[in-house]
């Protein structure tokens, strides 16, 4: 009984964890999804993982075009999109390792700097320095403002677990 209730408890709160190392990605933070935010700053504070979300949310004059490729994005070619959202609050699951490409398609916003090439690392593996070689000038005098609130969820979830475990332990000994 005793050993069943713990196998029980280690999936449930691996479960717990997997989910809590998942990040929701507030796109441009608190400013949001506007041309006046600098993206590159904000990326680069910013680890993405398969499995996190990316929340664009903006109001009525934007939108979110997703691009093909490093081309379209450099160029802002908006006219052969992956997909395109105007909710003003979308949701992008990031389900798969690589590059991604956002654009606003409001005339003017792209090449005024309202666009983002992200990287989504593989699962558990932390590669926040995948270093590409970006040719566009991307001066990152950046500040590092990186106290992601990921590895807060994710420490609590393991003090959690951990805490789980030991009480069921203890009810195994007596
Ligand atoms: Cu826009």
Known sequence: MGLKNTIMLVLVAT???????ATQHVVGGTQGWDQSTDFNSWTSGQTFKVGDKL?????????VVELGGESDYKTCNINNPVNTMSSGNDVVKLDKPGPRYFTCGTLGHCSQGMKMKITIANEGT???TT????S???????SPTSTSTASLSQSFAYIVFIFALAVNMFQLMI
């Open 15 to 21: 479960l717990m964890v997997k989910e809590a190392l």
């Open 55 to 63: 929340v664009f949310k903006y109001s009525s004059m934007h939108n």
């Open 126 to 128: 932390p590669s926040s």
């Open 131 to 134: 270093s590409s070689p970006s």
């Open 136 to 142: 566009s000038s991307s001066s990152s005098s950046s």
